[in-house]
């Protein structure tokens, strides 16, 4: 299948601190990225949904201006937590979507807020 | 009611026997549906996609889709301890690029 990947694996973070994530398409060109936060033992919560040159669209109860999104290009998509708290702690994932395949993972992030 | 349903588990069968995922949804215009595997602390990686009513086999793993029930099974045929972990159900909507997931059911194979 399509290779997704995402870096940092792991990141730990002082509380205040900002911390950016990236997912990037190697072998295909990702129209459309997805951005889910897992909480241990819950499912995929999708956080947003961006396309390539646009603005993201978030899910009902995410903040924007937290969880900041960029797409600039068909193959990078960022995640920035912003003024992240001991709440934010979590498993970050992205997904990336082109053509007619279906959506691929990235490998996942873990924040850890301290 | 939760979009997309499953027994959170844990579901523990004896290695070589099958085992049986459930999953049901609530949006009847669901179109795309997929059984997602992901071992603690890793990513979720997609084991099957199916879209119409019906049976698709893909070795050891059969997916099973019945839109009149909004019902979508996966079953696993000769369970390996290796299958051992979380099995996540996706639904897409026509029209839309969002998977709604369920919580997973944890499945756990007996050496």
Redesign the interface.
């Given at each position: 299948?399509a290779v997704v990947s995402?870096h940092p694996s792991r990141v730990i973070c002082k509380s205040g601190t900002s911390v950016k994530i990236e997912c990037r398409s190697l072998d295909f060109q990702a129209t459309?990225m997805?951005w889910y936060r897992q909480f241990p033992k819950?499912?995929?919560?999708?956080m947003a949904?961006s396309n390539e040159g646009s603005k993201a669209t978030y899910e009902q109860g995410v903040e924007k201006d937290k969880f900041l999104i960029n797409h600039a290009s068909l193959t990078l998509s960022t995640l920035t937590v912003t003024s992240a708290h001991p709440e934010d702690s979590s498993?970050y994932?992205c997904?990336a979507?082109g053509g007619d395949h279906?959506?691929?993972?990235?490998?996942?992030t873990?924040l850890t807020v301290v | 009611q939760k979009e997309v349903e499953q027994n959170s588990g844990p579901l523990s069968v004896p290695e070589g026997a099958i085992a049986s995922l459930n999953c049901t949804y609530s949006d009847r215009g669901s179109q795309s549906f997929f059984w997602y595997r992901q071992y603690s602390g890793k990513s979720p990686e997609l084991i099957m996609s199916i879209y119409s009513n019906g049976d698709k086999e893909d070795g050891r793993f059969t997916a099973q889709l019945n839109k009149a029930s909004q019902y979508v099974s996966l079953l696993i045929r000769d369970s390996q301890p290796s299958d051992s972990a979380t099995y996540l159900c996706a639904v897409k909507t026509s029209g839309t690029y969002k998977y709604i997931f369920g919580t997973g059911t944890r499945l756990k194979v007996l050496a």
């Amino acid at each position: 299948g399509a290779v997704v990947s995402q870096h940092p694996s792991r990141v730990i973070c002082k509380s205040g601190t900002s911390v950016k994530i990236e997912c990037r398409s190697l072998d295909f060109q990702a129209t459309t990225m997805f951005w889910y936060r897992q909480f241990p033992k819950q499912s995929l919560m999708l956080m947003a949904t961006s396309n390539e040159g646009s603005k993201a669209t978030y899910e009902q109860g995410v903040e924007k201006d937290k969880f900041l999104i960029n797409h600039a290009s068909l193959t990078l998509s960022t995640l920035t937590v912003t003024s992240a708290h001991p709440e934010d702690s979590s498993f970050y994932i992205c997904s990336a979507k082109g053509g007619d395949h279906e959506a691929f993972f990235g490998q996942g992030t873990r924040l850890t807020v301290v | 009611q939760k979009e997309v349903e499953q027994n959170s588990g844990p579901l523990s069968v004896p290695e070589g026997a099958i085992a049986s995922l459930n999953c049901t949804y609530s949006d009847r215009g669901s179109q795309s549906f997929f059984w997602y595997r992901q071992y603690s602390g890793k990513s979720p990686e997609l084991i099957m996609s199916i879209y119409s009513n019906g049976d698709k086999e893909d070795g050891r793993f059969t997916a099973q889709l019945n839109k009149a029930s909004q019902y979508v099974s996966l079953l696993i045929r000769d369970s390996q301890p290796s299958d051992s972990a979380t099995y996540l159900c996706a639904v897409k909507t026509s029209g839309t690029y969002k998977y709604i997931f369920g919580t997973g059911t944890r499945l756990k194979v007996l050496a």
